[in-house]
């Protein structure tokens, strides 16, 4: 009694196994780009044909990619991976039990470019009224000064005696001005990387130049 009643548990779970084995199924895969290079962490989504129903996978440091659990049935693949697009549309049929094997290349993304291009009657170049007040802009205000001095990040200005003239604001900021005179601009980095590059441009430790 205990032999039989061993013998159909053990049937019974071989029957699972065969219904199990013979029901699932799976992809394999790799993506990479035209040139053979394989791509990283592209998501992969199996979408079957039948139910809609979506199956993901990530590829590897190798590029391959595993989803399983798969019912038999025909599925459509989508790939997405920055940088890169799939070119024409992937399908592949699942068989009940088995693995299929999909080699996917995914194209480079080009970059989309606009041209505007104005109508007939629209606005001519170069005649924007903003850029048009500043190209033609003459100076409004002008003041002496004498020992001005202008610092900004790493550079120091110094207007030792002239003039200096403002154009009219553009937008509600002025934006330009006009110096006439002497005066000495200075450069003194103190970060090493920033003194190092100009070691190299200039074989000096600081600027100091004098305008006439």
């Known amino acids: 009694m205990a032999s039989r009643l061993l013998s159909i548990v053990s049937l019974v779970w ?6 199990s084995g013979y029901t699932a199924g799976g992809i394999n895969g790799s993506v990479k780009d035209p040139k053979g290079a394989v791509i990283v962490g592209a998501e992969v989504r199996a979408i079957s044909a039948a139910t809609g129903e979506t199956h993901a ?6 590029g391959r990619f595993r989803i399983d659990g798969l019912p038999a049935g025909l599925y459509k693949i ?14 592949i049929e699942v068989r009940e039990g088995r693995f299929a094997e999909i080699d996917i290349v995914m ?17 001519k ?27 900004r990040d790493l550079a ?7 003039s200096i003239s403002f154009l009219p604001p553009v937008e509600g900021r002025v934006t330009m001005a006009v110096f006439v005179g002497e005066g000495e ?6 970060l090493g990387t920033e003194l190092d590059y100009l070691r190299k441009l200039t074989r000096q430790e600081m600027v100091k130049e004098e305008f006439v």
Do not use: C, H, M, W
Request: overall charge negative; charged content about 20%; hydrophobic content about 35%.
């Open 14 to 19: 071989l029957l699972a196994i065969a219904v």
């Open 156 to 162: 120091t200005l110094t207007l030792s005696k002239g």
């Open 78 to 91: 989508e790939v997405s991976s920055q940088g890169f697009k799939l070119g024409q549309p992937v399908s």
């Open 125 to 151: 170049p170069n005649s924007e009224p903003n850029y048009r007040s500043l190209r033609d802009g003459k100076p409004s205000e002008t003041f002496a000064v004498e020992g001005l001095v202008l610092k």
């Open 57 to 62: 996978g990530i590829t590897d440091a190798q």
């Open 185 to 190: 601009l200075s450069l003194a980095p103190t």
């Open 107 to 123: 194209e480079v993304a080009g970059v989309k470019e606009e041209l505007a291009v104005e109508s007939k009657g629209g606005v």
